[in-house]
Nanobody, 123 residues
Framework: QVQLMETGGGSVRTGGSLRLSCSAA????????MAWFRQVLGKQREVVAH???????YYSDSVTGRFTISRNNAKNSVYLQMNSLQPEDTAAYFC?????????????????WGPGTLVTVIA
């Protein structure tokens, strides 16, 4: 069973926008904090945003004011609206449920990683 599936990536020019979607299996999504991560080849995966089951959000400094995370609990889905994209946002983007109770980052992820979706921002 696929636990996580990310869609919505693509190529855009600097300043453009994309909306990423993540569909999660119910046992991964329900009641858990959901996060968006990104990874550049050769670097560690990093959290860019997360949202609790109740809707509280966190953003990394690099995306604050430009990205918005949201979730639809009825659809087991989480979204990432990305505006004012910059070349440094180019990466593969992944979603996962995370355990924030023990602090972090880094956070313990709860699901099997999906394939991710590639975002390329052209200068």
């Amino acid at each position: 069973q696929v636990q996580l599936m990310e869609t919505g990536g693509g190529s855009v020019r600097t300043g453009g926008s994309l909306r990423l979607s993540c569909s999660a299996a119910g046992n991964i999504f329900n009641g858990n904090t959901m996060a968006w991560f990104r990874q550049v080849l050769g670097k560690q995966r990093e959290v860019v945003a997360h949202i609790t089951a109740g809707g509280d959000t966190y953003y990394s400094d690099s995306v604050t004011g430009r990205f918005t995370i949201s979730r639809n609990n009825a659809k087991n889905s989480v979204y990432l609206q990305m505006n004012s994209l910059q070349p440094e946002d180019t990466a593969a983007y992944f979603c996962n449920a995370i355990d924030t109770r023990s602090g972090g980052p880094p956070y313990r992820h709860l699901g099997v990683w999906g394939p991710g979706t590639l975002v390329t921002v052209i200068a």
